[in-house]
Every structure is written in structure tokens, then in C-alpha cells.
């Protein structure tokens, strides 16, 4: 008849169990958190390699500082400038998230800019306007966005940054102008920021 373990025994292996249960879940929260992690940041720079279609070989993910901007007014938001460079030489950079303030709340962007001033590309990042009307300020329902690209504050100077109907540069959204409005807005003061900070981003 086969000995029975005595208490001392089944207390050493119900922690054996325990413990390897616990460094098991501790094993899959760090893979997951560093699969999560990996993820992410490769989506920041998929965004930087889209805003910034330029040439650089740093990384810009690792060549970052975060900067306050206050587009929408009141205190400022905490905005990551992801800077590029070509053999040690500035190229440009992209700001995200510049928020600015939609119909239906906070619009998040990102928005690239060459070293010269110029902007090299404005995407809405998140959004909560109605569908159907104001999400037609989304890259992913219409062109609008793109009207932005190559802009800067030597072609578009000051009174120049708002709708045609306000007397600016930039057509508007029919159903979102409130939305469109406020992207201009936002866009402009990440410009007129780049240009007063231009030689303390690098």
C-alpha cells in the first residue's frame, strides 16, 4: 500500500504549484505587455513615416521630447515632437497628438513638418464627430486633409489660416464647419510654434 505524503509534503507542493502558477501569469502579463509595447510603438513610427516622408536615419521614436502647445486655447497640452535627421542634420519632425476642439469634443492630429517650415502632411488621429458629417474631416472619408500639405506661414501668412467664407485660404467642410475650423486653427499655432522654437526642438 502506497505511503501517504504527510502534511509537510502536500504543503511543499501546493506552494511548488502556486508559485509556478503565479510565475506562469507573470511570464504572460510581461509577454503581453512587451507584444503591446512593440505594437504600439511601430504604429507611432508607421504615423511618423506617413506625416514625414522624408529621408532620415535616426530614430525618431528615440529622438524625442515631449514640448506644450495650447491650440485650443487655455492651459497648454503635452505634444511629442518625433525629430528625424539625415547624418546628424535636422530634417523635420512630427507633433502628436496637437489637439484641437471639435463639434463633438477633442480631435486629436498628428502633423509633419519639414526643417524649411513646410508642412508635410495633417491627419486626424481620433475623433468623435457625427458620421456622415463632421467625420468627413477624417483622412478616411475625405481628401480634406490634404489641402494642408506644403502649406506654411510664408505662403499662407497671417489672416490667411481660416475658411474662404471667413475671408482665409482653406475651404471648409459642408457639416463641419465648427470641426474644420478648429483643425486650421490647431494647425496654424503647431506652425507659428515650430517657427518661434524652430532651433530649441533640435
Keep these: 500500500m502506497p505511503e501517504t505524503p504527510s502534511p509537510t509534503t502536500n504543503a511543499l507542493l501546493l506552494s511548488l504549484a502556486c508559485f509556478m502558477a503565479v510565475a506562469g501569469i507573470y511570464a504572460i502579463k510581461h ?5 503591446i509595447t512593440v505594437n504600439k510603438n511601430q504604429a507611432t513610427l508607421d504615423m ?9 536615419d535616426n530614430d525618431p521614436l528615440a529622438d524625442t ?5 495650447s491650440a485650443r486655447g487655455g492651459a497648454g497640452d503635452d505634444v511629442n515632437a518625433y525629430r528625424a535627421r539625415l ?4 530634417v523635420g519632425l ?3 497628438p496637437v489637439k484641437a476642439s471639435g463639434y463633438n469634443g477633442i480631435m486629436e492630429i498628428g502633423m509633419g513638418i519639414k526643417y524649411d517650415g513646410s508642412i508635410t502632411g495633417v491627419r486626424i488621429l481620433r475623433h468623435r464627430e457625427t458620421p456622415g458629417l463632421g467625420d468627413n474631416i477624417s483622412q478616411d472619408n475625405s481628401d480634406w486633409i490634404f489641402s494642408f500639405n506644403g502649406r506654411s506661414l510664408a505662403n499662407a501668412p497671417k489672416g490667411h489660416w481660416t475658411a474662404i467664407k471667413d475671408g482665409g485660404d482653406f475651404d471648409q467642410l459642408s457639416g463641419a ?4 475650423r478648429a483643425v486650421i486653427k490647431a494647425v496654424e499655432y503647431a506652425l507659428n ?3 518661434t522654437n524652430k532651433e530649441n526642438l533640435f
Design 87 to 90: 547624418d546628424g542634420e535636422p
Design 193 to 195: 510654434y515650430y517657427e
Design 65 to 69: 521630447i515631449a514640448v506644450t502647445l
Design 48 to 56: 511618423v513615416e506617413e506625416l514625414l516622408p522624408l529621408a532620415y
Design 177 to 180: 464647419t465648427i470641426s474644420s
Design 31 to 35: 509577454f503581453l505587455e512587451d507584444k
Design 94 to 96: 512630427v507633433f502628436s
